[in-house]
């Protein structure tokens, strides 16, 4: 696929499955509790939704060219045999709105760092993001966001009675 996923300085390349190992933050979707008007848990949820857009996107990608792989050889074919093919055209739709998407992800994401937490319903918005982007590095930085991630999990909101965070693995 020829689009990539940008985070940060890195790119990489679009992916939706976490490493092995990688910590209940990686199940963080969009599961802050966004019952407060706080700028940081509205880009926040922006941010998670699409992201999980990204991902969905991305599965469908890649299940298609593994059908095309089958049915044509799709590996070995050039890109303009490529887009000879009428059943390639989703594909291309795909590539071109997950491209749409990363940049739009990245700048919200740009955005989202910008803003101050006021809140704990911002902190945990941001910790959320941040658990997603790192998800994939699988190192200490991530442990240490998913673990307060996980921790946030665990506390309610004393005004509106909801959870900092759910969907996150119980430790």
């Given amino acids: 696929m020829g689009s990539r996923r940008k985070t940060g300085d890195?790119?990489?390349p679009h992916t939706s499955s976490p490493p092995s190992g990688s910590g209940g933050a990686a199940a963080i979707v969009g599961g802050v509790c966004w019952g407060t008007t706080s700028d940081n848990a509205a880009s926040g949820e922006a941010w998670l939704l699409l992201d999980t857009e990204i991902d969905q996107l991305s599965r469908n990608w890649a299940a298609l060219e593994t059908q095309m792989a089958r049915e044509f050889?799709?590996?070995?074919?050039s890109q303009v045999e490529r887009r000879a093919l009428p059943q390639a055209a989703e594909?291309?739709?795909?590539?071109e709105r997950l491209d749409r998407l990363s940049d739009e992800r990245e700048h919200r994401l740009t955005s989202l760092a910008k803003l101050k937490?006021?809140?704990?319903?911002?902190?945990?918005?941001?910790l959320?993001?941040?658990?997603?982007v790192?998800?994939?590095?699988?190192?200490p930085a991530h442990q240490l966001v998913a673990d307060a991630v996980k921790?946030?999990?665990?506390?309610?909101?004393?005004?509106?009675?909801?959870?900092?965070?759910t969907g996150a693995e119980r430790p």
Avoid: Q
């Avoid at 050889?73 to 074919?77: I, V």
């Fill in 73 to 77: 050889g799709w590996l070995s074919l």
């Fill in 117 to 126: 937490a006021n809140d704990l319903h911002g902190v945990a918005s941001k």
């Fill in 134 to 139: 790192l998800r994939h590095e699988d190192g």
């Fill in 128 to 132: 959320a993001v941040a658990a997603r």
């Fill in 151 to 165: 921790a946030l999990a665990t506390r309610c909101c004393p005004d509106c009675g909801a959870p900092y965070v």
């Fill in 91 to 95: 594909m291309f739709e795909i590539e």
């Fill in 10 to 12: 890195s790119v990489r």
